[in-house]
């Protein structure tokens, strides 16, 4: 393009011409116009270094203002006669005297900027209409050209536009590749069944789903799935009744329900050869944009061996309570005749020693030992009336059927009756207790409120020495009423505290300081029971070395 200018310029006889495009930049925040700039894209000059290319002035600071304005040719043979021309900055700055310039006109009429040749002398252009016209046919040539380059240009980033665009979609294609790997991977290591469904019916099943429901590898859509699920299996629910196809947890979730948490079904499956497997089946719906359900997600677990498990579990459990139940009425039947006789044998022994008080003292002597070995064997049978009774109360707890007979009681007196009967039975032990002036009222059953301070108390008895006194504090705390048996045993470490209120628990690093070691461990485990069914708590503070605190409150009664 230099050397088409360079030569032009020699037959125009010019001192300078040069090609200029019209840049547009988008507006500014000052005054919201767009902003135009004249920039030189070829020029040749002789004895002057202005214009040069690549220069840039504002465009309405220019003769090509007026060309781009118009559309049209502008021709100025003496600036200085111009009003207008004469103070233009470029006038000055590129010192021009005289101007021949030509619009350069894309073929679709936009316009591209100019081709213009100036001298620093005023020239009579009017009188030379070959110089007009021939930068004319230049201007169309140079327009012609530059079309063709750009169009090659475009054509060219296009290119490079649609290369970089496969190569992107050639990485995008890998790495959804390598993302579907993984995650392929991912669904074939997981330990339960995974089933993945859209609308359309594609179906996505994992190795273990493919075990689980015996789903042939080439079983693509969920119509196939489901045809061949109907030709080869039998479905069950958990209670042993066929479930209907409208009713398999894949269509559920099809339609929109969620089965999760207590949701989640388990059925019997039975395949072609007979062999039945118990699964847990959980699903959730796939929604589109429009909340709209497009799919589901089925997630299988085998729970086969585990069901059967947790089946004969609960069989030994309602055997084991049965066994109790019968073995603690068979126990106890005995047991209260053989009490009652040993009574009747105490009160006939009392009378026979009152008739017989002035007979002689070995008589005497002998009547009373008998009375010892009845009183012993009477103790016996209270220590085994209560074991009785607490395999009683236990089966009762497991089995959900322990009656409370609940009415407005108070809680004062039930403690004070209780107290008052450790103290004849552990005769000379001194029991300490403390009560409020006020009565405090519980809702409650007094026999088994009575059981829970027993047992307190004849804990405390039992592991605390015979010298060491226990002390019983009946108190109110706001809206609930408190009961604390405290004693000057061994105390507990974190651990037992932890500990002693579960079933069959006894500590080993304790011994028993009076009383009798016989025990099965459940007296703490029934006492919380019962207070927690009256809507209480229980606890302790202990101390090791210092003694224990054993406490449980019950809300008071409201009427």
Known sequence: MDATLEVLRRFLDCQTLFISRVEITP???????????????????????????????????????TIWQTHQPLIVEDSTRSPFYQKLLTTKDYNIGSYIGVPLIYSDGRIYGTLCSQDSRPRPLMQQPEKLELMQIMARFLISHIEREELTTQLREAECAQAELARKEREAHMEA?????????????????????????????NEV?????????DCKTLEEFLA??????????????????????????????????EKMVMVQRENAQGVKRFLSVSGMP?????????????????????YLLQRQTQELNTRFNEFLSIASHELKGPLTAF???????????????????????????????????????????????RLTSDMLDVSRI??????????RCDLKQVVKEIV???????????????????DIFVHGDAERLGQVVNNYLTNACKYSASDKSIKVTVITEGMEGRVIVSDQGPGLTLDEQTRVWERFYRSKDISIMSGNSIGLGLGLHICKTIVEQHGGSVGLQSTVGQGSHFWFTLPLSKT
Not at 38 to 55: D, Y
Not at 420 to 438: H, K, N, W
Request: glycine letters at 6%.
């Open 420 to 438: 008052e009967d450790q103290r004849q039975v552990a005769e000379g032990r001194r029991i300490d207790l403390e009560l409020p002036t006020a």
């Open 339 to 385: 009490k009652g006789n040993i009574q009747l044998a105490q009160r006939a022994l009392r009378r026979l020693m009152s008739q017989h008080q002035q007979e002689h003292d070995t008589s005497i002597n002998l009547l009373e030992k008998i009375q010892r070995y009845l009183e012993r064997a009477e103790h016996q049978v209270r220590l085994q009336t």
């Open 228 to 261: 061949r699920q109907q030709e080869r299996t039998v479905v069950w629910d958990e209670n042993t009744q066929p479930v209907l196809s409208e009713q398999l947890p894949i269509v559920r979730v099809l339609n929109g329900e969620h089965l999760v948490g």
């Open 209 to 217: 789903a493919r075990q689980i429901l015996s789903v042939i590898p």
């Open 286 to 306: 796939i929604y589109d944009e429009q909340e709209h359900v497009n799919g589901c997600v089925l997630i299988f677990r085998d729970i086969h061996e585990r």
């Open 27 to 65: 507006s500014n925040e000052i005054d919201g116009a767009n902003q135009h700039t004249l920039k030189i894209m070829g020029v040749r000059n002789q004895g002057t270094s202005q214009p040069a290319r690549g220069g840039e002035r504002a465009l309405d600071e220019t003769y090509c203002h």
């Open 177 to 205: 590749d390598r993302h579907l790997r993984e995650l392929n991977a991912i669904l074939d290591a997981m330990g339960d069944g995974m089933l993945v469904s859209n609308r359309d019916g594609q179906l996505r099943v």
């Open 398 to 407: 497991r089995a959900g059927t322990l009656a409370l007979y609940m009415q």
